[in-house]
C-alpha cells in the first residue's frame, strides 16, 4: 500500500488528521478553544500560566494556536521543549535567543538572563513569551530557577509572559509545599480534557473535508467506536481514524464501517 494509492481510493486531496496544518485550519472544539482564549489572556497579562492535560489531548497545539495571534514585531517567543537541559540550560537558552552570549558561571547567569529579560522590553519594545513545554519533567532546581526569573520588578509587573504546558501530574507537583513561592505566582490554570461524542464526529468530519472529502466517510457506529476507545483525545482520534481508512481501503470498502474500526483498534492498541 502506498499512501497514494490510499488517497486516489477515498478521493481526498491530502492527507487527514495531519500535524502540519495552519493554526486557521484546526479544529475549534471547546476544549481547544478554552485553552487558546487562556493562554492568550496569560500572555496578554504578562503572567505564569499552566496548561495541563493528558498525552495527546492538545496542549502543544493549543498553545501553536494561541500564540500564531501574537504581533511577531512586539513579541519574542523562546521555546523550550526540552527539560533535560538542566537549569543552567533554561537561562542560557532565554540569554542566547535574546541574542546575548550565556556567562560560564550559573551565579552570574541568573541575574543575566533577568536582564535580558528586562531589556528586550524596555530597549527593544517586545515582549517575551517563555514557553516550557513537557514541564512535567522539570526538576526542583528548574522550578526554583523560574522562581527567582519572576522576582524580578515583582512588585510593579513581569518582563515577561510564562507558560508551564504538560501532564497532569504538573499541577500536582507545584502544589507541593516546596514550591509554594512558585505556586502563588501562577495566575492561570486550566486543564484540557477530551472532546465529547458530538465534537469527536465533528472534528473527524473537520479533517476530511480539509483533505477533500466533504460528505459521510466515516458510519455512526465507527465513530462511536473511536470516540470510546480515544476518550476523546485528539491524536488518539487521529491515530485512529488514519488506521480506519487504512483498514476499509485494504478491504476495498467504499465507507469506513465498525468492522474497519474496530480492525483499527486493534492495529493502534497493540503496537
Known sequence: MTIDRLRSHWGLTRMPFAKDLAPSM??????????????????????????????????????????????????????????????????????????GTPRFHRASLIPQA?????????????????????????????????RLLTNVDIDSHSPFACLLVGQPTLRRRIRLGAFAALDQRVALRYSM????????????????????????????????LIHQVSRGLPRAVNNLAVQSLVAAFTDNKAIVDESSARAAVTEVTTE
Open 193 to 224: 480534557t477530551g472532546m465529547d461524542h458530538t465534537e469527536t464526529s465533528s472534528y473527524v468530519a473537520h479533517h476530511l473535508k480539509i483533505a477533500g472529502r466533504s460528505d459521510t466517510l466515516f458510519s455512526d457506529d465507527a465513530l462511536a
Open 114 to 146: 533577568a536582564e535580558a529579560l528586562a531589556a528586550e522590553e524596555h530597549e527593544r519594545g517586545r515582549q517575551v513569551v517563555l514557553v516550557l513545554d513537557e514541564a512535567h519533567l522539570l526538576d526542583a532546581e528548574q522550578l526554583e530557577g523560574l
Open 26 to 99: 484546526l479544529h475549534t472544539h471547546r476544549s481547544h478553544a478554552e485553552a487558546v482564549a487562556r493562554i492568550s489572556w496569560c500572555v496578554q497579562e504578562r503572567v505564569i500560566g499552566l496548561v495541563t492535560g493528558e498525552v495527546g489531548a492538545g496542549k502543544s497545539v493549543a498553545v501553536r494556536a494561541a500564540l500564531a495571534g501574537l504581533d511577531t514585531s512586539r513579541n519574542t517567543i523562546i521555546y523550550l521543549g526540552n527539560p533535560s537541559v538542566g537549569t543552567r540550560g533554561l537561562y542560557a537558552t532565554i540569554v542566547s535567543t535574546l541574542g
